[in-house]
């Protein structure tokens, strides 16, 4: 069993929608988890991250962490054609120098 | 400020070649990571630095890549002799501090093509 798994997609909405785009992971250890976004041709860029459990909102992005489920979430209200990217979750266990372990990456097309 | 540098950008070589990446990081941060991300997947780190020590190297292949980060700035990663699952982004990354998670800054990669 994979670490985080994540659906690969791809996912294609029009513009204006509410985007959801989730991961699972199998280790309790795991308190840090983080969105990255990759264009294409481009290294991954950090979006949100979050500490354990709860919510973060930044803009239009939206980070969800429920541990008990081992379920993360991003939510993208009121998307663009330049969202259009793969985002990719990391997540970590505590302490300096940890690895991230990445999904796979979710890709998503919005449609003006 | 200036993001991580990588080079080359692109590179197409055969299998059992040898393939070296160079990598600047961003001034002033003190660990260095190089990934692998091969087509569909996410990035599989492969050593992390830290200054000019190995934090973590337990997934790189050491029986054919090595690399090193030599006066803790830039590094170097080689692949020798290289095979056709080796194609893939090899993307490096730094930050700041060590541990400081959340702020990796990632470089744009080099996509390595073995034929």
């Known amino acids: 069993q994979k670490e985080v798994e994540q659906d690969p997609g791809p996912l294609s909405v029009p513009e204006g929608a509410i985007v959801s785009l ?53 939510f993208i209200r009121d998307s663009q054609p330049s969202d259009s990217a793969t985002y990719l979750c990391a997540m970590s266990r ?19 | 400020e200036a993001g991580v540098a990588q ?25 260095l990571y190089w990934y692998q991300q091969i087509l569909g997947q996410g990035p599989k780190l492969l050593i992390q630095f830290q200054n000019n020590g190995v934090v973590d190297d337990s997934q ?19 692949i020798q002799p290289a095979k056709l699952e080796d194609s893939a982004v090899y993307l490096c990354a730094s930050s700041l501090v060590w541990g400081s998670f959340g702020e990796q800054y ?10």
């Open chain 1, 22 to 74: 989730n991961c699972t992971y199998s280790n309790s250890a795991f308190q840090y988890f983080m969105w990255y976004r990759q264009y294409s041709r481009k290294g991954p860029e950090l979006l949100m991250y979050t500490y354990s459990s709860g919510n973060k909102e930044d803009g239009r992005f939206t980070a969800q962490v429920d541990k008990s489920s081992k379920y993360i979430s991003l």
């Open chain 1, 94 to 112: 505590s302490g300096p120098g940890n690895q991230f372990y990445f999904g796979t990456g979710t890709s998503l097309t919005v449609i003006p």
């Open chain 2, 7 to 31: 080079s080359p950008r692109y590179k197409i070589i055969e299998k059992r070649q040898s393939v070296a990446f160079w990598c600047n990081p961003i001034s002033g941060h003190a660990t």
């Open chain 2, 60 to 78: 790189l292949p050491k029986d054919r890549f090595s690399a090193e980060r030599l006066k803790g700035v830039d590094s170097t990663l080689k």
């Open chain 2, 106 to 115: 990632f470089g744009p990669g080099t996509r390595l093509t073995v034929t």
